[in-house]
């Protein structure tokens, strides 16, 4: 079940969320299949913890991979992935349905790569869901500062 609190976000910027039975979306393939969408129009939001103990949060193209150095750069420190209970306490959404909206005090990025898509498809909160937008209103509604984190080939 969606979140209120990204619920709210959602109905305040005329979004919609899709949902499908629980589980089914969690990782970028899966939500790409039930979505009929390509897996890079999946937009993967990846909680990062850094060196500086702060958390970071990045958001891709579904079939690209973080580039450790370029997040590096984009942070300033070290980071890592966080766990999943660390995404849990950190966001209140666990893997495979960590989402954007709704998060605070977190230092939000968007890769420009997923520019090139009409519609891309964020999580709403959960492993069974998809939010269709674009990437303008989604960095509107994040705050997310545009950058280039992804390996580069990817």
Do not use: H, W
Not at 76 to 96: L, N
């Amino acid at each position: 079940m969606i979140p209120d609190r990204v619920r709210k976000i959602l109905a305040e910027n005329g979004l919609e969320a899709l949902e499908f039975e629980e589980g089914s979306t969690p990782t970028a393939k899966m939500a790409a299949e039930k979505l009929g969408v390509s897996v890079s129009q999946i937009a993967k939001s990846i909680l990062l913890k850094g060196k500086d103990e702060k958390y970071y949060m990045v958001i891709i193209e579904g079939d690209a991979k973080l580039s450790s150095s370029k997040a590096k750069k984009l942070t300033g420190t070290k980071v890592r992935m966080a766990t999943a209970e660390e995404s849990f306490e950190v966001t209140g959404f666990y893997p495979g349905g960590i989402c954007p909206f709704g998060v605070e005090n977190i230092k939000i990025f968007i890769d420009k790569g997923l520019s090139k898509y009409e519609t891309i498809y964020p999580a709403a909160g959960t492993d069974s869901s998809g939010v269709p937008v674009t990437f303008e209103k989604l960095k509107e509604i994040t705050g997310a500062v545009v950058c280039d984190v992804i390996k580069d080939g990817d």
